[in-house]
């Protein structure tokens, strides 16, 4: 399933909220301070990862890496607060946990008791989200949302009563962190209230994600903590506000081009587990790396894996390498498959999904404020 989080900014006197993600195989001072900001921002865009955010109180929340297949992050919901697995999803906007559901496809183990709440509020408007293998309908309710330290009152948030494929799943609901204009429900995100109620200094959240251990995997607010990653961050400008969406200049093999020859989109989506492109083009890179197709995955021998080339993506005239440690995964029988996989929506331009798989290796952070991605080599 498509599950379509930061930078760290100067900040003054307010706080800075880490929130570690865990992976499951389940400013303002004054007018003039703000404008000298944007000033530095505009003339040394580059330098901002030598800032250090000591003095400041950034809150990390910490995560759970399920099988490197998907990082989840508890928070809270209600009055007394009820705890929730969620997937951090910047492929998405929506919040939304399961309501009580008799269908096969609700197998989450817990679900949002509305009536234990004292400050639940329901509404009657419904909606529908869909993503790349189930979907779920509900509807939306307001609660206070706490993420470790952060508090949301007033949060609109779904509530799951009808779900599709979503069987077999190791979490109870997604938070959703893209921008407000794609949310299905129509509500303001999380994200958004936070830093509107000023819970949060900046407004960027950044992740870390693990390798292969369960757990040291963080989501942070506000800001951004440079010891979890090396060099420079490297700064991307959004096609156009509103959603994590970038130009790629092309991926490369051995200094060939094999995919986005002409420049293409590429999204990038902590929901997601795989790097995702047109179908196409993603055989082409199993003929290269010369998988071996079966059921819906396209395996490797093990042994070969040392031997296989980087793969390079260039976005924003920056080298991504991935070894095929990094583009490799381990099923649960320990044989070895591709994490390249078609995506199955259509687009007019050529897209790619920059999943997990990608973001293990480099640390993103999400700048709403100046509509922009940072990576850099994480540690």
């Not at 003929?287 to 080339?309: E, G, M, N, Q, W």
């Not at 331009?349 to 990608?358: H, M, V």
Request: proline share 5%; hydrophobic share 35%.
């Amino acid at each position: 399933m498509k599950w379509i989080v930061l930078l760290g900014l100067v900040a003054f006197s307010e706080c800075i909220v880490k929130i570690p993600l865990r992976q499951v195989k389940t400013m303002r001072k004054t007018l003039s301070g703000k404008n000298m900001l944007k000033n530095f921002l505009k003339e040394h865009p580059y330098r901002l990862s030598q800032i250090s955010f000591r003095g400041s109180n950034l809150t990390i929340h910490p995560l759970r890496n399920i099988m490197n297949l998907v990082y989840v992050g508890n928070i809270t919901i209600g009055t007394p607060p009820q705890e929730f697995q969620v997937v951090f999803d910047t492929g998405s906007s929506d919040l939304w946990v399961p309501s009580f559901c008799t269908m096969p496809a609700c197998s989450a183990p817990v679900w949002f008791r509305q009536l234990q709440s004292s400050t639940f509020q329901p509404t009657n408007k419904t909606f529908t989200i869909t993503y790349g293998s189930g979907s779920m309908k509900g509807f939306l309710a307001y609660d206070t949302v706490r993420i470790g330290d952060l508090v949301s009152t007033d949060q609109p948030f779904g509530l799951s009563v009808v779900e599709y494929g979503l069987e077999g799943r190791n979490y109870d609901g997604v938070l959703g962190l893209n921008y407000p204009n794609i949310s299905f429900s129509g509500a303001i995100p999380i994200f958004d209230n936070l830093k509107n109620q000023g819970a949060i200094s900046e407004p960027v959240f950044a992740f870390y994600l693990s390798k292969n251990k369960q757990e040291g995997s963080v989501v942070m607010f506000g800001g951004v903590d440079h010891h979890y990653y090396k060099g420079e961050l490297n700064w991307i400008p959004l096609i156009e506000a509103g959603e994590w969406r970038v130009h790629m200049d092309r991926i490369s093999m051995k200094r060939t081009v094999i995919a986005c020859s002409d420049g293409c989109e590429a999204l990038v989506h902590t929901g997601t587990s795989h790097i995702e492109g047109p179908g196409r083009l993603v055989n082409n890179i199993h003929r290269l790396i010369r998988t071996r197709p079966f059921d819906s995955k396209h395996y490797v021998s093990c042994f070969a894996t040392k031997y296989l080339p980087s793969i390079t993506f260039i976005i924003n005239g920056i080298k991504y390498p991935m070894t095929a440690r990094a583009y490799i995964f381990k099923d649960s029988r320990g044989r070895c498959y591709s994490a390249f996989k078609e995506n199955t929506v259509r687009t007019s331009r050529e897209t790619w999904i920059l999943g997990d798989a990608f973001l293990r290796r480099y640390f993103s952070v999400f700048d709403r404020g100046n509509d922009r991605i940072g990576l850099a080599r994480a540690v």
